[in-house]
């Protein structure tokens, strides 16, 4: 491709770019319910009148994978030809080594490093990463295996079961003994009581699940972004200008790193 036309195909796809990490940034803030299920279930038992308001079931509409994944692949076209543009820009400038946990990310140049730099500075884009939606510390969660949710970063907690049960209440006239002993016609007020039996309405059961990430998978994509950036510094310094045309950073290798520490 020419460099006119990379650099056309950039300046389109950068304003795309931002508007989607502002997107993402107000979904995080906004919308982390839709990360969350729950599930109620409620059968009355034989005679006993239905609660249908004891039964829910709310799906869960996203993941936080499914929506990383998304900007993965919408961000693409715009990451590669970002840093292909710096490296023919770059041509004949010298490249300096960027590896960070045993990930190369190859040669690049100074002005590849300061692109890079500029994603890692983004107020918004460590904003949206630090809004991932993340799942409650103080809950068991285990990976689920319901058919709903068959294939997707889906955790559950454990299924809580129980029936619903209630009070009857019956009113009784107390044995007097002593009402034999009163004149025909005297005035007596019989002593009442009342009996409290529990009864079994239905079987309830109740479960919560999540496509959040946990605390600890967000504290660490934050860590890695922290890492990269310091390590961009750090090679910004010793780097000097060579040819490059080809970048060796891509969106794959990038968010394969922000996103899954590969």
Do not use: C
């Amino acid at each position: 491709m020419k460099l006119n036309v990379l650099l056309a195909k950039t300046d389109h796809l950068a304003s795309s770019f931002r508007k989607s990490i502002d997107d993402y940034l107000s979904y995080f803030k906004n919308k982390q319910t839709d990360f969350r299920g729950e599930k109620k279930t409620y059968e009355p038992r034989l005679g006993s009148i239905d609660i249908p308001g004891k039964r829910e079931n709310k799906l869960i509409v996203t993941t936080v994978d499914e929506k990383l994944e998304w900007l993965e692949e919408n961000s693409k076209d715009y990451i590669d030809a970002l840093f292909s543009l710096e490296a023919s820009n770059a041509s004949g400038i010298a490249k300096a080594k960027l590896e960070v946990d045993g990930v190369n990310f190859g040669e690049l140049s100074s002005l590849e490093l300061l692109r890079l730099k500029s994603i890692l500075e983004n107020g918004n884009l460590e904003q949206m990463y630090s809004n991932i939606p993340v799942r409650s510390d103080s809950e068991i969660w285990n990976t689920t295996n319901n058919e709903m949710y068959e294939g997707r970063f889906v955790f559950e907690t454990p299924k809580i079961s129980g029936v619903e049960k209630s009070t009857e209440k019956e009113s009784y006239i107390l044995p007097d003994p002593n009402i034999k002993e009163l004149k025909e016609g005297g005035h007596y007020t019989p002593q009442i009581a009342t009996k409290n039996t529990v009864i079994e309405l239905g079987d309830y059961s109740h479960q919560r699940f999540s496509g959040e990430w946990s605390h600890r998978q967000r504290a660490e994509l934050l860590k890695r972004r922290t890492k990269l950036l310091n390590a961009v510094i750090e090679a910004l310094k010793i780097s000097n200008e060579v040819e490059a045309i080809n970048s060796t950073i891509t969106s794959e290798k990038l968010f394969n790193y922000l996103h899954k520490g590969k």
